[in-house]
Protein backbone atom coordinates (compact mmCIF):
# COMPACT_ATOMS: atom_id res chain seq x y z
CA UNK A 1 0.00 0.00 0.00
CA UNK A 2 2.65 2.36 0.69
CA UNK A 3 4.92 1.51 -2.41
CA UNK A 4 1.82 2.90 -4.52
CA UNK A 5 1.51 5.49 -2.83
CA UNK A 6 4.86 6.87 -3.33
CA UNK A 7 4.73 5.99 -6.92
CA UNK A 8 1.60 8.25 -7.01
CA UNK A 9 3.36 11.30 -5.40
CA UNK A 10 6.01 10.49 -8.12
CA UNK A 11 4.01 10.62 -10.95
CA UNK A 12 2.53 14.01 -9.69
CA UNK A 13 6.10 15.52 -9.27
CA UNK A 14 7.28 14.63 -12.71
CA UNK A 15 3.42 15.70 -14.36
CA UNK A 16 4.66 19.15 -12.35
CA UNK A 17 8.02 19.29 -13.91
CA UNK A 18 7.37 18.61 -17.30
CA UNK A 19 4.49 21.16 -16.66
CA UNK A 20 6.94 24.09 -15.79
CA UNK A 21 9.40 22.79 -18.27
CA UNK A 22 6.90 23.29 -20.89
CA UNK A 23 5.58 26.83 -19.46
CA UNK A 24 9.27 27.94 -19.33
CA UNK A 25 9.60 27.06 -22.82
CA UNK A 26 6.64 28.68 -24.26
CA UNK A 27 7.77 31.94 -22.75
CA UNK A 28 10.92 32.56 -24.37
CA UNK A 29 11.46 35.08 -27.20
CA UNK A 30 13.85 34.50 -29.84
CA UNK A 31 15.24 35.48 -33.34
CA UNK A 32 18.10 36.80 -35.15
CA UNK A 33 19.06 40.55 -36.23
CA UNK A 34 21.26 40.49 -39.09
CA UNK A 35 23.28 44.57 -38.53
CA UNK A 36 23.44 45.06 -42.51
CA UNK A 37 25.82 47.94 -42.12
CA UNK A 38 28.37 47.12 -39.61
CA UNK A 39 30.54 50.52 -40.10
CA UNK A 40 27.15 52.72 -38.61
CA UNK A 41 25.88 53.02 -35.57
CA UNK A 42 22.97 51.20 -34.79
CA UNK A 43 20.38 51.09 -32.77
CA UNK A 44 17.23 47.83 -32.71
CA UNK A 45 14.31 47.69 -30.24
CA UNK A 46 12.19 44.64 -30.31
CA UNK A 47 8.75 43.83 -28.71
CA UNK A 48 8.48 40.82 -27.38
CA UNK A 49 4.93 38.95 -27.02
CA UNK A 50 5.79 37.76 -23.44
CA UNK A 51 3.71 38.00 -20.75
CA UNK A 52 5.78 37.30 -18.21
CA UNK A 53 9.05 39.74 -16.68
CA UNK A 54 11.77 37.95 -17.76
CA UNK A 55 15.19 37.99 -15.89
CA UNK A 56 18.19 37.65 -18.64
CA UNK A 57 19.26 38.35 -22.10
CA UNK A 58 20.99 35.93 -24.09
CA UNK A 59 22.91 37.35 -27.33
CA UNK A 60 25.12 35.10 -29.13
CA UNK A 61 27.18 37.26 -32.13
CA UNK A 62 28.90 35.57 -34.72
CA UNK A 63 30.68 37.22 -37.84
CA UNK A 64 33.54 39.03 -38.38
CA UNK A 65 35.05 43.21 -38.16
CA UNK A 66 38.42 44.95 -39.63
CA UNK A 67 37.71 46.74 -35.86
CA UNK A 68 36.17 47.01 -32.57
CA UNK A 69 32.63 47.61 -31.71
CA UNK A 70 30.55 48.04 -28.61
CA UNK A 71 26.83 45.88 -27.92
CA UNK A 72 24.72 47.41 -25.02
CA UNK A 73 27.44 49.84 -23.63
CA UNK A 74 28.78 47.10 -21.41
CA UNK A 75 30.14 44.77 -24.13
CA UNK A 76 33.45 45.56 -25.92
CA UNK A 77 34.75 43.03 -28.91
CA UNK A 78 38.03 43.26 -30.44
CA UNK A 79 37.87 43.24 -34.55
CA UNK A 80 38.52 39.85 -36.32
CA UNK A 81 36.09 36.88 -36.00
CA UNK A 82 33.50 36.35 -33.61
CA UNK A 83 31.00 33.42 -32.24
CA UNK A 84 30.43 34.33 -28.73
CA UNK A 85 27.84 34.28 -26.44
CA UNK A 86 26.92 37.24 -23.75
CA UNK A 87 24.35 37.93 -21.12
CA UNK A 88 22.86 40.58 -19.12
CA UNK A 89 20.00 41.18 -16.67
CA UNK A 90 16.96 42.07 -18.28
CA UNK A 91 13.47 43.13 -16.49
CA UNK A 92 11.68 44.44 -19.69
CA UNK A 93 9.55 43.01 -22.16
CA UNK A 94 11.25 45.18 -25.22
CA UNK A 95 14.50 44.51 -25.99
CA UNK A 96 17.08 47.02 -26.95
CA UNK A 97 20.61 46.33 -28.47
CA UNK A 98 22.92 49.43 -29.38
CA UNK A 99 25.49 48.75 -31.48
CA UNK A 100 28.32 50.96 -31.42
CA UNK A 101 31.30 50.74 -34.78
CA UNK A 102 34.24 52.05 -33.51
CA UNK A 103 36.19 52.78 -36.37
CA UNK A 104 34.93 49.85 -38.91
CA UNK A 105 35.17 49.33 -42.35
CA UNK A 106 34.16 45.97 -43.10
CA UNK A 107 32.46 43.53 -42.13
CA UNK A 108 29.15 41.01 -41.37
CA UNK A 109 27.45 40.40 -37.82
CA UNK A 110 24.62 38.56 -36.80
CA UNK A 111 23.28 38.58 -33.25
CA UNK A 112 20.66 35.59 -32.18
CA UNK A 113 18.95 36.94 -28.79
CA UNK A 114 16.91 34.85 -26.52
CA UNK A 115 15.12 36.80 -23.81
Not at 1 to 26: D, E, P
Not at 67 to 83: A, E, R
Not at 95 to 101: E, L, R, S, T
Amino acid sequence: MLTNNINTHKSAGMRYLILVFIFLLGCRSEGKINISDVTRDTSITIITKRKDAPVMLNLHIKGYTDSSFTLNKYFHFPGGNIDTTVQQDWYNLQIQIDYKANNIKKGQLTIHYEL
